[in-house]
């Protein structure tokens, strides 16, 4: 039986004295009124998703470009975060 | 059904005098119509209906009246041409048992009035379908270099047409960041209308909040582009980075008190 959780949202910080990349999970209830005034940057499943049948895959691909997005969306803050990227910026093409 | 078929007079220098001798008795044909007649006559009134907004994209539906007017005047424009097709009535007296049965035209099937249009020799002679995509393609050229220009001029402007809803917002940041010619590649904006713009009568009409907060705001709405082109760079799709824009876009004006 898997432990319960409660909903979350992730917020996502770069220091960059120590270069470091902490993760925090918070309540989403907790979010809400931040998020409600916030910019919205939607990534559809359906678009980025590998699908199989009727499900999507989240492989390799989709865990990449959701990485390399959340780089991009550090470096606008932080230009010498921007230098350290090497990850192709572009979609790759999934093998099939 | 097409009626626009090709009708065309030679050059425009040395017409073919027969189609031209043809296409002036069809233009005094329709002024000693009487209008009431042919506005009584729905089927008429449809195809020509049909035919004007096959022809001219431009043509809004209106009533009977309106749409033999448009025609009248297009036809004395010379924009369109009218022929009679029977040679035998044109320019002759019609026995009166003879015009019940048959109509104005001189035909029963009415399917086979030959209204032609002389094609503009700049512009797509084709469907209505390609006269939108050439009207798009004009639209959108022109609100990018409008919008790239003087944006809080025109933005506000475009978004209450309904043109943004209809092309999606300007892409102002990949744009400006392209050409290094651009007037707003690193220029304040605002300060460029203000000194070029002497009436403040959009200053009236479209102002919600002082000069300094729309500057905010229009510098705002540059990041939040930028930040939804850093999340498209490695996605593939294109509804989230449209979305992405539109909020960017909603949030804009929402700073700006719309």
């Known amino acids: 039986m898997p432990r319960l959780h409660p909903l979350r949202s992730i917020i996502v910080n770069y220091s960059p004295d120590d270069q470091r990349i902490s993760v925090y999970g918070v309540d989403k209830a907790k979010t809400e009124t931040i998020t409600a005034g916030a910019l919205e940057a939607p990534i559809f499943l359906e678009e980025e998703a590998h699908k199989e049948g009727a499900e999507y895959k989240l492989d390799d691909e989709f865990a990449r470009r959701l990485g390399v997005a959340m780089l991009n969306v550090l470096a606008l803050s932080y230009p010498d975060l921007r230098q350290l990227i090497t990850a192709t910026n572009a979609p790759l093409p999934r093998k099939e | 059904m097409d009626l626009a078929s090709h009708y065309r007079m030679g050059s425009i220098f040395n017409p073919d005098p027969e189609k031209k001798a043809a296409a002036e008795a069809g233009r005094k044909m329709l002024d000693a119509v009487h209008p009431d007649v042919w506005e009584r006559n729905a089927d008429l009134v449809q195809r020509i209906e049909d035919f004007l907004i096959a022809s001219f994209p431009y043509f809004r539906k209106g009533n009977a009246h309106h749409t033999l007017d448009a025609l009248r005047r297009a036809v004395w424009k010379g924009d369109v041409f009218i022929v009679e097709r029977e040679a035998e009535y044109r320019g002759g007296y019609v026995a009166t048992q003879a ?38 393609a004009n639209n959108l050229a022109m609100m990018h270099a409008a919008v790239r220009a003087a944006p809080a001029l025109f933005l506000p402007m475009f978004a209450q047409a309904g043109w943004i809803s209809r092309y999606g917002v300007p ?36 102002r919600g909040v002082s000069e300094g907060q729309e500057a905010d705001c229009y510098a705002e709405y540059e990041r939040a582009l ?14 989230g980075l449209a979305l992405c824009r539109a909020n960017a876009f909603d949030n804009y004006q929402q700073c700006r008190g719309y």
């Open chain 2, 226 to 239: 930028d930040l939804c082109t850093a999340v498209a760079g490695p996605m593939s799709g294109e509804r």
């Open chain 2, 99 to 136: 015009r019940k049965e048959s109509g104005f035209w001189g035909v029963d099937n009415y399917d086979e009035v030959p209204f032609t249009k002389e094609p503009w020799p700049d512009v797509p002679d084709t469907s209505a379908a390609d006269w939108d995509i050439w009207h798009d």
């Open chain 2, 171 to 206: 892409d102002l940041s990949e744009g400006f960041a392209a050409t290094e010619s651009t007037p707003l590649g690193d220029a304040e904006p605002f300060e460029l209308g203000e000194s070029t713009l002497s009436d403040d009568v959009m200053e009236i009409a479209a």
